[in-house]
């Protein structure tokens, strides 16, 4: 029993844990290369992983999908550790009033300023894309851009004060449910869960009292 | 009409967290001015006049502005998404 409630809690961690991988906003350092636009059939898997159609546009089964390819310096462990240039490709599509809620509207413009960061020759143009989500290879899944901004140097460390922030309230609105549900237990639950016990008590204690008397009555036909 | 779902569910969602905290609130008050009534009561107290003082103290914490301050509950959240999306946009 402790073991499966602890199986229970470590897979809610995990849940919980990738799903804010996937959703929190990350920063990378890169160099965009080229934009592009690609035709896009959902398949039932990968459907989640992509936005709706653009805000105010109707959804239809298959639709366009920009792409900004870019070449960008790898980071591992949430971007603490450095590595070298990779190829990384980021869809851009409106997250419109929907999940996950960056309420963006404006990828045709961040498509055209990505275009405008297009750096192939030397000196290179360096920018900080913020995106969320996962680059999936087998499954074509990218992670969906969010905003992009220069910056002077590739070796600039973009450091997670929005991240920092979220995370204070989840953790605050956690903290605060968790005061909520002990409230209303101690005042609430426990009282009424006393007053059953007690009701329990006495009916028990009533029927031992019951049995003690047709005991003894029965004692008084054995044999002494 | 994303945004009409948007309203409409977030109305919802915003509307139980608001019952919730009133009555959380409501409780964390009861048990404040209880405890207070405990620590020093006065000379020939009765379980009475311990009720009557509380009820007052709830009736003034009905019509205070602790109460209303919970309304913030509908506030905070359009702010913070019009905010989100004047940054992102």
Known sequence: MRNARRIL????????GLWLHYV??????????????????????????????????VENPTRDLRLI?????????????????????????????????????DSSDLQAESAAFISTS???????????????RWA????NAVSIRPVESEDFRPFPWVNLVIFALLIAGFLFLRA?????????VDPLADRVGDQYDHVSADLSERKGRVSRWLGTWRKK | MQFVRLVVFGFLILSVLYLCITLYSRSIRREKLEDEWDANPPEGATPDMRAIFVKEGM???????????????????????????????
Do not use: C
């Open chain 1, 180 to 188: 909520m549900w002990r409230q209303f237990r101690e005042r609430t």
């Open chain 2, 59 to 89: 009736t003034k914490y009905e019509s205070g502005l602790r109460k209303k301050l919970i309304l913030l509950v509908y506030v905070i959240p359009p702010i913070v998404v019009g905010t989100i999306i004047y940054f992102i946009n």
């Open chain 1, 140 to 143: 074509s899944i990218y992670p």
């Open chain 1, 122 to 136: 030397e000196p290179q143009q360096w920018v900080v894309i913020t995106h969320y989500g996962w680059r999936v």
């Open chain 1, 9 to 16: 809690r470590i897979a809610l961690f995990l849940i919980i």
């Open chain 1, 69 to 105: 390819n870019t070449e960008r310096k790898a980071t591992y462990f949430f971007g603490l550790i450095r590595g070298g240039n990779e190829t990384m490709v980021y869809r851009n599509e409106d997250t419109g009033w929907i999940y996950p809620p960056y309420f963006k509207f």
């Open chain 1, 24 to 57: 929190m906003p990350h920063r990378d350092v890169a160099r965009v290369t080229s934009t592009e636009i690609i035709r896009t059939d959902f398949s039932n898997f990968n459907r989640m992983f992509y936005a709706q159609a653009d805000s105010g546009t």
